[in-house]
Every structure is written in structure tokens, then in C-alpha cells.
């Protein structure tokens, strides 16, 4: 069974960092993408940023240059480095597996920025 965990969630004020990881259950987690999206108050749930199984990342403009992924294979474990946050970042994250095509979603942890 695959399942994504996430934690790391938090209050932090503008300017500032947090690091979100998602662990997830299941073998052969090297060969998944990763990915991590976010959904806003009375918005759709939008892409963040995914990693390939080969560890290359994408990111969407809105956090480029702020925002980092990456993969640790050993520990099942993707992470979300996110820096010079905003108010506009705000917002409940998702990690996302996609596993031989098939995609399986964590239950979110909130991200609230304060201005």
C-alpha cells in the first residue's frame, strides 16, 4: 500500500522558512515522482514542485528561487525547503506519489504565513 505522509507544517511569519516532508509507505520509492501542491481557501489545488525519479525538478513561477525539492531514496522521504515565504503561500499542502501511474495523495498539512 502506498501511502504519503506529510508533516511540517506550521505558522511562520513573512520572510521566513519551512521545511515539509512526506514520508511514504510502500516499496520501491525510488521510482516514483514526487510531487508537492498546495490548495488556497476557495481555490483549486495547484503543482508546486515535482521531482522525477531521476531526481529532476520542476517548479512552478510563483516559487521559483524560493522553494526547493528533494528525494532522499534510503528514507522513502521527499522534502519542500520554502523560503522568503509569503502571505500568498499560504495554504494547505499536498504530497502527491505517482507509482506505475497511478497517483496517491497525503492528507495535507497547513501552511499559514503571516504578514
Known amino acids: 500500500q502506498v501511502q504519503p505522509v506529510e508533516s511540517g507544517g506550521g505558522l511562520v511569519q513573512a520572510g521566513g522558512s519551512l521545511r515539509l516532508s512526506c514520508t511514504v509507505s510502500g516499496s520501491d520509492f525510488s521510482s516514483n515522482v514526487m510531487g508537492w501542491y498546495r490548495q488556497a481557501p476557495g481555490r483549486q489545488r495547484e503543482l508546486v514542485t515535482l521531482?522525477?525519479?531521476?531526481?529532476?525538478?520542476n517548479y512552478a513561477d510563483s516559487v521559483k528561487g524560493r522553494f526547493t525539492i528533494s528525494r532522499d531514496n534510503a528514507k522513502k522521504t521527499v522534502y519542500l525547503q520554502m523560503n522568503s515565504l509569503k502571505p500568498e503561500d499560504t495554504a494547505v499542502y499536498y504530497c502527491r506519489a505517482v507509482k506505475y501511474g497511478y497517483a496517491y495523495w497525503g492528507q495535507g498539512t497547513q501552511v499559514t504565513v503571516s504578514s
Open positions: 521531482i522525477t525519479s531521476g531526481g529532476r525538478p
